[in-house]
């Protein structure tokens, strides 16, 4: 398998969800899974399904010499606030059918809600893993894992009800979201993303800049909830939370 540098494939990913990421994985790390790290409590996923993505999105973006990985900067307690909120409750999803499959071109035709599409995916999982006589998802190796993500994102696996592909590509994308979005959603700890890629994050205004062409921009990121103080304030709805040690 070729090597892919992890800032040749976020060069990608920023423009659009990768659709070959689960070959990435495992030119990232030597074929072992990393050691537990602390993560936040969370309020949607259950320990089980919490363990399969924290061990999941490590693969996806994992740590590496030019940073830190999707599970150090918060990713799990991005996709842990977004599906137990609005967005993962289908608040602005069209739900009155026909539930029919459709074209790659008509995007998500699905009844359920992300919330549901995810917890029945999760169950799904977990099933099928003990079908093949394997553990839980967290304790493969990390070749494993990579091998059993590549077999979510090429078949159409039964995940009750939910297509295997599916859940892989709405995984990645959250993924991703999760680790270039601003850190008042959640991920993106500390700015770790835009400080590897270099961008500046969400000021507000460049009223001193405009009449200047041509110049490098290499000003520290910064947060749409950033104060002052340089102080990042969680959205109200999206409280901050203590940490937990992963069992």
Same mark, same amino acid.
Do not use: C
């Given at each position: 398998?070729?090597?892919?540098?992890?800032?040749?494939?976020?060069?990608?990913?920023?423009?659009?969800?990768?659709?070959?990421?689960?070959?990435?994985?495992?030119?990232?790390?030597?074929?072992?899974?990393?050691?537990?790290?602390?993560?936040?409590?969370?309020?949607?996923?259950?320990?089980?399904?919490?363990?399969?993505?924290?061990?999941?999105?490590?693969?996806?973006?994992?740590? %590496?010499?030019?940073?830190?990985?999707?599970?150090?900067?918060?990713?799990?307690?991005?996709?842990?606030?977004?599906?137990?909120?609005?967005?993962?409750?289908?608040?602005?999803?069209?739900?009155?059918?026909?539930?029919?499959?459709?074209?790659?071109?008509?995007?998500?035709?699905?009844?359920?809600?992300?919330?549901?599409?995810?917890?029945?995916?999760?169950?799904?999982?977990? %099933?099928?893993?003990?079908?093949?006589?394997?553990?839980?998802?967290?304790?493969?190796?990390?070749?494993?894992?990579?091998?059993?993500?590549?077999?979510?994102?090429?078949?159409?696996?039964?995940?009750?009800?939910?297509?295997?592909?599916?859940?892989?590509?709405?995984?990645?994308?959250?993924?991703?979201?999760?680790?270039?979005?601003?850190?008042?959603?959640?991920?993106?700890? %500390?700015?770790?993303?835009?400080?590897?890629?270099?961008?500046?994050?969400?000021?507000?205004?460049?009223?001193?800049?405009? %009449?200047?062409?041509?110049?490098?921009?290499?000003?520290?990121?910064?947060?749409?909830?950033?104060?002052?103080?340089?102080?990042?304030?969680?959205?109200?709805?999206?409280?901050?939370?203590?940490?937990?040690?992963?069992?």
């Amino acid at each position: 398998m070729e090597k892919i540098s992890r800032r040749s494939f976020f060069k990608v990913a920023g423009a659009a969800v990768a659709s070959t990421a689960a070959e990435v994985h495992a030119a990232k790390t030597g074929g072992t899974v990393p050691p537990p790290v602390h993560a936040a409590p969370y309020t949607f996923f259950k320990p089980e399904e919490a363990n399969f993505i924290e061990a999941a999105v490590a693969r996806l973006i994992p740590a %590496d010499e030019l940073g830190p990985g999707a599970v150090e900067a918060g990713v799990p307690s991005y996709l842990d606030k977004q599906l137990g909120g609005a967005w993962g409750a289908g608040e602005r999803l069209y739900r009155s059918g026909p539930w029919r499959e459709g074209a790659p071109t008509q995007g998500y035709q699905l009844p359920f809600t992300p919330a549901e599409l995810f917890h029945n995916a999760l169950r799904g999982i977990r %099933d099928d893993l003990a079908k093949r006589g394997k553990p839980a998802f967290a304790k493969l190796s990390a070749q494993e894992q990579d091998t059993y993500l590549k077999s979510l994102q090429d078949g159409t696996i039964d995940l009750n009800g939910v297509p295997s592909n599916v859940f892989f590509e709405s995984l990645l994308e959250l993924t991703i979201e999760g680790y270039f979005s601003d850190p008042v959603y959640g991920g993106n700890k %500390d700015m770790v993303a835009w400080k590897m890629i270099g961008f500046p994050g969400a000021y507000a205004t460049y009223y001193t800049l405009v %009449d200047q062409y041509g110049l490098q921009y290499t000003r520290a990121p910064m947060s749409l909830a950033e104060n002052s103080r340089g102080v990042i304030h969680i959205h109200p709805d999206i409280p901050a939370s203590l940490h937990r040690e992963r069992k």
